[in-house]
C-alpha cells in the first residue's frame, strides 16, 4: 500500500520501518524534520514536510503521536493537517494512545470529508515495535479495520478488532493502567526486600516461577534493580494513560481505586522529574517513600 506515516518518535519510527520492509511505500512526517530525513536515509521512501502533503498519495494515513491535542493538529489543523490531502477513499489510522471521546470527535469530523477512520493503539513498548511483535486493538467499522489489517500484521503479533470506533483505546488504557498498578508494585516490593536484605536474585526467581509472576516482573525487575531508566516507555507517558483510564472509570462512574492510588505514585515521579525516564523509574518514588525522603523536587 501506500502509506503515509506521521510521527517518527521511539515507537512510530520502528512501526514505520517494519512497514517499510514489509514491502509498502511510505511517505513520513515528523515535526522534527531532521527525523524524518534520517528515516528516510536508512529506510527509503519519501519525506512530506506537511501531514497534507504526506496524505496526498497514500491509500492509508497512520498517526502516532503522543496524545489527542496532537493527533487532532496533524490531522486537521487549518491549511496543512493531513485531512486537507486526503485522496479520495482513504482511510485514517490513528495509533496513538488518547482519550476514546477525543477518538470519536476526530471521526466524526473525518466521517463529514467521507474520510474513514480506525483507532488502533498498541502495547509492547519499543522493543516489540522493533521486531514487529506489537499487540494492536483496532476500533472501528469492521470494513475499516479489515482494509488495515495488513499493516497492522507487518507491525504486530497478535491483532484483535476491540469494537467500534474508540473501544481500541479504552481497552488500552485499562490494559496500561493494570501494567502501571504492576509496575509500581513491583517498584515497592523490590524496596521491601531490598530493606530485609533478601538475595534479590532468589526473589526474582521465586516471583517468576509462581503466582507472582507477571510481564513487568520480566520486563522491569531488572531495569528497577539496576536503576537503569533509559526510556522504552516515558513515565510521563504512562502517568497520562492512567489518567485516561480514571476518567473513563469516571464516566462510567465505577471506581478503579488502586489505579488512582497509582496515580499519584507516578504523579509524584513526573514532579520529581522523572517524566522522560522509563517508567520503571517509579522505583525511585517506591525508595524515597521507604527513606522518608521528600518525592517532590
Same mark, same amino acid.
Given at each position: 500500500m501506500q502509506v503515509a506515516f506521521l510521527g517518527l518518535g521511539i515507537m512510530g519510527s520502528? /512501526? !514505520?520501518?517494519? &512497514?517499510?520492509?514489509?514491502?509498502?511505500?511510505?511517505?513520513?512526517?515528523?515535526?522534527? #524534520?531532521?527525523? =524524518?530525513?534520517?528515516?528516510?536515509?536508512?529506510?527509503?521512501? #519519501?519525506?512530506?514536510?506537511?501531514?497534507?502533503d504526506a496524505a496526498r498519495a497514500a491509500d492509508v494515513v497512520i498517526s502516532m503521536v503522543v496524545d489527542g491535542a /496532537?493527533?487532532?493538529?496533524? %490531522?486537521? +489543523?487549518?491549511?496543512? $493537517? =493531513?485531512?486537507?490531502?486526503? *485522496?479520495?477513499?482513504?482511510?485514517?489510522?490513528?495509533?496513538?494512545?488518547?482519550?476514546?471521546?477525543?477518538?470519536? *470527535?476526530?471521526?466524526?469530523?473525518l466521517d463529514e470529508r467521507g474520510i474513514a477512520?480506525?483507532?488502533?493503539?498498541?502495547?509492547?513498548?519499543?522493543?516489540? !515495535? /522493533?521486531?514487529?511483535? &506489537?499487540?494492536?486493538? !483496532?476500533? $472501528?467499522?469492521?470494513d475499516h479495520v479489515g482494509r488495515a489489517w495488513p499493516l497492522f500484521e507487518a507491525m504486530g503479533q497478535t491483532v484483535v478488532h476491540a469494537g467500534p470506533l474508540g473501544h481500541g483505546?479504552?481497552?488500552? %488504557?485499562?490494559?496500561?493502567?493494570? #501494567?502501571?498498578?504492576?509496575?509500581?508494585?513491583?517498584? /515497592?516490593?523490590l524496596v521491601v526486600a531490598? +530493606? %530485609?536484605?533478601?538475595?534479590?536474585?532468589?526473589?526474582?526467581?521465586?516471583?517468576?516461577?509462581?503466582?507472582?509472576?507477571?510481564?513487568? &516482573?520480566?520486563?522491569?525487575?531488572?531495569?528497577? +534493580?539496576? *536503576?537503569d531508566y533509559a526510556p522504552l516507555f516515558k513515565l510521563e507517558h504512562m502517568l497520562k494513560d492512567i489518567r485516561?483510564? &480514571?476518567?473513563q472509570a469516571d464516566a462510567a462512574d465505577t471506581p478503579f481505586q488502586l489505579a488512582a492510588l497509582t496515580e499519584a505514585l507516578y504523579s509524584a515521579g513526573a514532579a520529581a522529574g522523572l517524566g522522560e525516564q522509563d517508567f520503571a523509574a517509579v522505583m525511585e518514588v517506591a525508595v524515597r517513600l521507604a527513606s522518608g525522603t521528600p518525592v517532590r523536587t
Open positions: 520502528r /512501526q !514505520a520501518a517494519n &512497514l517499510a520492509r514489509a514491502g509498502h511505500e511510505l511517505t513520513v512526517f515528523n515535526r522534527t #524534520a531532521e527525523t =524524518a530525513d534520517a528515516w528516510v536515509a536508512e529506510h527509503g521512501g #519519501a519525506v512530506a514536510r506537511t501531514p497534507a /496532537q493527533v487532532e493538529d496533524i %490531522l486537521l +489543523r487549518d491549511g496543512d $493537517g =493531513a485531512v486537507h490531502g486526503a *485522496r479520495d477513499g482513504a482511510l485514517f489510522v490513528d495509533m496513538s494512545t488518547i482519550a476514546p471521546a477525543d477518538t470519536r *470527535r476526530i471521526g466524526a469530523v477512520f480506525v483507532d488502533a493503539p498498541v502495547t509492547g513498548s519499543a522493543p516489540k !515495535a /522493533q521486531d514487529g511483535t &506489537l499487540t494492536i486493538m !483496532a476500533g $472501528g467499522h469492521p483505546e479504552a481497552i488500552k %488504557l485499562i490494559n496500561n493502567a493494570v #501494567a502501571a498498578v504492576n509496575a509500581a508494585t513491583l517498584a /515497592q516490593a531490598e +530493606r %530485609l536484605e533478601l538475595d534479590l536474585d532468589r526473589l526474582v526467581e521465586v516471583m517468576g516461577a509462581g503466582s507472582g509472576n507477571s510481564t513487568m &516482573l520480566a520486563l522491569k525487575a531488572a531495569p528497577m +534493580r539496576e *536503576r485516561l483510564c &480514571l476518567e
